[in-house]
């Protein structure tokens, strides 16, 4: 019993510590892209982080092989072009905190896009959350009146559709083939979509990058530590905690964003940003609760049987 208990304590540190990592991330990209253009910031991130996760995966001794090609070739589209090519784009204009929040409507998206793609039915309390999520979406956006924002917070909307999507598709791929080793997954997909990334970074004109202290610390942040470490510390929690509970935990990450944003960048929200991210925050947790509770309920079925 007490090993058990040690081993959830230390599962749940990680999972802090991947949270705090992936939560200040948003303020250190978004100062990183002071000293270069957004395309070429996003390029070396996921290019050098693709390699990273390989030797990772090497010296873990997971399969290192290529499978699924077509699927990993959606989803590195959908992974590093839409998701993470399209929020460090917003991060241009948009704050660091109302870029988080938005990004991280994904579960919103993914409860919607489940009915169509995967056959789940929006239910009972997930309508709360849709709505919850539309309701903060509105306060944030207040198109009433548009901000100069406006276009950085569509682009975050859509990182988030993108992520959402990519999502839908993981899970299709793992029903086909359960055995697929997840940082496998991550990191093919990662490499083939920085492929196009780097083109696009060499093709849409920018200043020369500025190989500042500061940037190349960012660069080296954002590979080390929001990438390598960060996926091992996932998956270290994911194996010995519940998947919701997990998940419910990494949805921490937007609110430490906000936070770090306003204390480091000055980036204080005004009132209908405020009510829009708890909002937002609202229907993230009733997503993570309803997770939760069908994790707990699927074991006790199964038990039953």
């Not at 802090?16 to 996003?42: C, D, E, R």
């Not at 290529?66 to 991060?91: R, S, Y």
């Not at 929006?122 to 198109?143: E, N, R, T, Y």
């Amino acid at each position: 019993m007490e090993k058990q208990t040690s081993t959830t304590i230390r599962a749940f540190v990680a999972l802090i510590v991947l949270t705090i990592i992936w939560g200040y991330n948003w303020v250190v990209m978004k100062s990183a892209l002071q000293y270069a253009g957004p395309f070429q910031f996003a390029a070396l991130r996921t290019f050098l982080g693709a390699l990273v996760l390989f030797v990772v995966i090497y010296f873990t001794k997971r399969p290192l092989g290529l499978k699924e090609f077509p699927t990993m070739l959606v989803l590195g589209l959908l992974q590093t072009i839409g998701f993470t090519g399209l929020l460090i784009w917003a991060l241009v204009e948009g704050g660091a905190g109302k870029t988080a929040v938005l990004t991280y409507t994904m579960p919103f998206w993914v409860l919607l896009f489940a009915w169509p793609l995967l056959g789940e039915k929006v239910q009972g309390w997930q309508w709360l959350a849709v709505i919850s999520a539309i309701f903060g979406m509105l306060f944030i956006f207040d198109p009433l009146h548009i901000k100069a924002d406006g276009f950085s917070m569509f682009l975050a909307v859509c990182s988030g559709v993108s992520w959402a999507l990519s999502a839908i598709i993981s899970k299709k791929l793992h029903q086909r083939s359960p055995d697929l080793d997840l940082l496998n997954l991550t990191a093919w997909p990662m490499l083939i979509g920085s492929i196009p990334m780097v083109a696009i970074a060499l093709i849409v004109p920018a200043p020369p990058i500025q190989w500042t202290g500061y940037f190349i610390s960012a660069v080296l942040f954002n590979v080390l530590l929001s990438g390598a470490l960060a996926w091992l510390l996932w998956l270290y929690a994911l194996q010995r905690l519940p998947a919701g509970v997990a998940s419910m935990a990494s949805m921490l990450a937007p609110v430490i964003g906000v936070i770090a944003a306003w204390i480091q960048l000055n980036e204080v929200p005004s009132h209908a940003e405020l009510i829009g991210m708890i909002f937002i925050a609202f229907a993230l947790i009733l997503i993570s609760i309803i997770t939760m509770r069908k994790h707990q309920e699927v074991p006790v079925a199964q038990g039953q049987e």
